[in-house]
């Protein structure tokens, strides 16, 4: 039977404060899991309304105006609250210094300061929706948003805030991984989810500080009227365009490259041999995120952009599909031939290879220049980036959600229950989605309060799945927390895989290690060792 | 807890790195990235001017001989004085020569500090001729569409500068009082290095100011 | 001296490499200003920046020691010189090649935006007939 250890981090030290004002990079991680959750329930709460409204066209619960101010939390909560510091700020926090063998980032009280700010800026988005709230969409296009009513400055402020807790982020993880690794933990060792942290954070300090001038720059079109956003003072609106998707496209590379490192370690892990393709993997991130930065254009193909450079970002957007590809192959030889378990985290990286696979080639559509000029701004591009965002992104978030909970907490959570709630996530989805590709492809735009009636049987379908969706959401957070408080002792390698998080107690002590480990094994070496499963 | 322990590690050593070396490696990593996300920051700002620039090119032209040469060049040298002093003084301290490097930085601090001088006078200058950016811009002597374009890039251009400016000497007199509290020496100088890099890229930036809105030939 | 004791990689400059670099600086700022009264058409911008490249190639390589520090903060300053180019690059193409296939694009967008016009116009007295001026 396996025990708690007596001293952990949980109970190193005891009061609220312990916990707010801590250092320790694993708590730190789950304030953020905290926050990002109670920002994930959020947004949920505003999908669930707009899918509502959706119900029938014209008005059923809300008014039009109201609508618009709806989707635009939805999803400047769901992008800047939940999805960028999912991953990397929650788990990359509690589990790279542990992948490395390093007692804690390279620095401490900048990560705490990450998470204030991260608060702070919050704080500014819920300012702005008690004030009124945004109507822009979360893209802030101009001219309409220097001219709106809304509260845009409250809302650009936070994002604006928030930036600098993404870059902070980003810096730290940069600098952990190149100074703080364990002995003998070379670079061609690192778990693959270190990789994905690590190109993550190259995006995130290379990219970020360009959505902050963009900000900046549309507070003060707003506030002081500046004028070079505005085409009646001879500014150029489509500017803001480039600005905001220089940030935004390798932003969306952000969301997903540490979710590709999870599946990684879950593929590897749950297949109990070792990765195909590890050096391919690896720098198939740095590929990605460098070639994030030059597509951005493919957001403007109807901007009024120069047809010769959509032709040239339509070109390179194709290049993208080269490492995603790379990936999606090396996962699937990874698991050929394996020992394959079905537990739920594996449920979750299955469920990602299958639903990344469409988000990703539905992209294909929508950055061939000719389609896109059908396909732009319908709900076809709404399904796309939700099959990569919720089935890639979420889907991996997920999966690496259960596959750490017992180190998080020491305790497993109940397995059965966590099969149905993924059964129910993963229909309630697809339900979801798939009908919004066909009402895309028809020709629904996206954002319209209100539709022609034959579109009417395809928006309750999407609005009836987005309630299988959220049963299955409300069953996870249920048995999550219930593992907290009454699961069984996990003990300290519950899956047997082979990274160096699972050579430590679980939970871990203070400094993760009882004293500096010494890498005695890859991280995949499965074909080498087989290690116990404690559970 | 924080910082500093018992078992004999100097008192600037955190207790999460393995030694010194570690420890001033990672803070000038963690530096130079930041500088990476400033050069980023201020991209934004060039780009905007290349596009406006282009799109407007005899305007620029004529709105920037409203700028003053002689206080725009005044300006240059001594920024590029202060990055050399400021290069002098972390000399000095890599030798535990303190006095001199006190001296040193205070010299830098008071450049910048006329640095600011000087761009007051500019600005206020122009606030009084009404040269301003965007719905603020009343002045009537530039030829050419929507001057005011100018104006808003010079203002952000050198007003994001200028904060940058300011960040800089708060950040040279928490230094200097480092330095004169006897904290640093030549065994542990890392927030003068850190703050000399930071410096040196404001003094860069300015270079790239310089010519590109004082000197449009 | 303990010589690389505490701080790592202690290159210690000369003070007169430093002097000769701040006096390199101060006439390069005296060469950039002169060249700038003389008309060299497009050369004119082009030398600005080149000039003002170089400086700051000195200032980065021996004030900021890229040339003797470890060579890691040499590729973090080239990445970011490396993405402001590829965002100046990639956005000015978009803009210098607006005309190329629709010449209508070329146009700027304040003379047929009239749905964007305040109801007061912004400087000038009377509405700004060309806006267009300002071809390439």
Redesign the interface.
Same mark, same amino acid.
């Given at each position: 039977m396996n025990k708690i250890p007596e001293v952990n981090y949980l109970n190193a030290s005891r009061g609220i404060r312990s916990w707010l004002f801590t250092l320790d990079h694993k708590r730190i991680g789950l304030l953020y899991l905290f926050s990002i959750m109670a920002a994930f329930a959020l947004g949920g709460i505003f999908a669930i309304l707009i899918r509502l409204e959706l119900l029938g066209p014209g008005k059923d619960i809300m008014e039009a105006r109201t609508y618009n101010q709806i989707f635009t939390l939805h999803g400047a909560v769901m992008i800047f609250l939940f999805i960028i510091p999912s991953i990397p700020a929650a788990m990359g926090n509690f589990i790279l210094p542990q992948m490395i063998g390093a007692k804690d980032v390279a620095f401490p009280r900048l990560n705490l300061l990450s998470w204030w700010i991260y608060i702070f800026g919050a704080v500014f988005a819920v300012i702005s929706m008690s004030t009124g709230s945004v109507d822009t969409g979360w893209t802030f296009y101009t001219p309409y948003s220097t001219t709106t009513s809304t509260s845009v400055v409250a809302m650009t402020l936070g994002v604006f805030i928030l930036g600098f807790s993404s870059i902070f982020t980003g810096l730290n993880f940069i600098v952990t991984i190149h100074k703080m690794r364990a002995p003998g933990q070379t670079w061609f060792k690192l778990p693959l989810f270190v990789w994905g942290l690590y190109a993550t954070a190259i995006i995130q300090v290379l990219a970020t500080p360009v959505l902050g001038i963009t900000v900046l720059l549309l507070i003060l079109e707003r506030v002081a009227g500046i004028g070079i956003f505005d085409p009646a003072m001879g500014g150029d609106p489509v500017l803001f365009q480039h600005f905001f998707w220089f940030y935004s496209h390798p932003a969306v590379y952000i969301m997903i490259l540490p979710g590709m490192g999870i599946i990684s370690e879950l593929i590897s892990a749950f297949s109990q041999k070792r990765i195909f393709g590890y050096k391919a993997i690896a720098f198939s991130s740095l590929a990605i995120a460098f070639i994030s930065f030059l597509v951005w254009g493919h957001h403007m193909f109807v901007s009024g952009q120069s047809q010769l450079a959509s032709a040239i970002f339509s070109f390179l957007t194709f290049l993208v599909g080269i490492p995603s590809g790379i990936k999606i192959f090396n996962w699937l030889a990874t698991l050929y031939k394996g020992k394959i378990r079905f537990d739920t985290p594996m449920l979750y990286a299955l469920s990602f290879l299958f639903l990344f696979t469409i988000g990703g080639l539905t992209g294909m559509f929508l950055g061939t220049l000719a389609t896109d000029v059908h396909l732009h701004d319908t709900y076809f591009v709404v399904a796309h980036f939700h099959y990569v965002m919720v089935g890639g992104t979420v889907m991996a978030f997920f999966g690496g959600l259960h596959y750490w909970w017992p180190k998080f907490w020491g305790r497993m959570y109940n397995e059965l229950w966590a099969k149905i709630s993924i059964a129910f996530t993963f229909v309630g989805f697809n339900i979801t989605f798939l009908s919004q590709f066909v009402l895309g492809a028809k020709g629904m735009p996206r954002r319209y309060y209100s539709y022609l009636d034959k579109f009417q049987p395809l928006h309750d379908l999407s609005s009836f799945g987005s309630w299988i969706m959220a049963i299955g959401f409300f069953i996870m957070a249920v048995y999550l927390i219930h593992a907290v408080f009454k699961g069984r002792p996990a003990g300290d390698n519950p899956w047997g895989a082979l990274t160096f998080e699972w050579e430590t107690t679980s939970p871990p002590p203070k400094e993760n290690f009882i004293e500096t480990p010494t890498l005695t094994h890859g991280p995949y070496d499965y074909d080498k060792i087989v290690p116990e499963r404690t559970i | 807890m924080s910082s500093g322990n018992s078992n004999g590690h100097p008192a600037h050593l955190a207790h999460h790195f393995s030694d010194a070396a570690q420890q001033s490696e990672s803070a000038k990593i963690g530096m130079w990235i930041f500088l990476l996300t400033e050069i980023l920051l201020f991209a934004g700002l060039f780009v905007a001017y290349a596009v406006y620039r282009s799109a407007n090119t005899e305007m620029f032209y004529n709105a920037h001989k409203h700028l003053d040469i002689h206080l725009g060049t005044l300006n240059t040298i001594v920024l590029i004085t202060s990055s050399l002093t400021m290069a002098l003084a972390i000399r000095s301290i890599q030798l535990n020569d303190r006095k001199k490097s006190i001296k040193l930085l205070a010299a830098t601090f008071a450049l910048a500090a006329v640095f600011l001088i000087v761009k007051y006078f500019e600005y206020s200058h122009k606030f009084d001729l009404g040269q301003l950016p965007g719905k603020f811009y009343t002045y009537t002597g530039i030829e050419g569409s929507n001057p005011h374009i100018f104006f808003s890039v010079y203002f952000m251009m050198t007003g994001l500068h200028g904060i940058h400016v300011i960040a800089g000497m708060i950040a040279i007199s928490w230094v200097m009082r480092k330095t004169i509290q006897g904290k640093l020496s030549s065994e542990y100088y890392t927030p003068m290095e850190l703050t000399g890099l930071y410096w040196h890229l404001v003094d860069m930036i300015w270079i790239f100011l310089f010519p590109l809105l004082y000197l449009i030939g | 001296?303990s010589g690389h004791?505490?701080?790592?990689?202690?290159h =210690?400059?000369p003070?007169r490499t430093?002097?000769a670099?701040?006096v390199g600086?101060?006439l390069l700022?005296a060469v950039?200003?002169g060249?700038?009264? =003389?008309?060299?058409e497009g050369?004119? &911008?082009i030398?600005?920046?080149g000039?003002?490249s170089v400086?700051?190639l000195l200032? &980065?390589l021996?004030?900021?020691h890229l040339l003797y !520090?470890?060579k =890691?903060?040499l590729v973090?300053?080239s990445? &970011?010189?490396l993405?402001?180019g590829?965002?100046?690059a990639?956005?000015?193409? !978009?803009?210098?090649?607006?005309?190329?296939?629709?010449p209508e694009?070329e146009k700027?967008?304040?003379k047929n935006?009239v749905m964007?016009?305040?109801a007061e116009? &912004?400087?000038a007295a009377e509405p700004?007939e !060309?806006?267009t001026? !300002?071809v390439?």
């Open positions: - | - | 001296m004791s505490t701080q790592e990689n202690r =210690i400059i003070a430093y002097i670099v701040g600086l101060l700022t950039t200003v060249v700038s009264f =003389i008309h060299l050369w004119n &911008a030398a600005a920046v000039i003002a400086k700051a200032v &980065a021996i004030f900021m !520090d470890k =890691i903060f973090i300053f990445t &970011a010189i993405f402001l590829i965002f100046l990639l956005t000015m193409f !978009d803009i210098l090649s607006r005309g190329e296939i629709y694009y700027t967008i304040e935006a964007y016009k305040k116009p &912004a400087p700004v !060309d806006s001026s !300002d390439q």
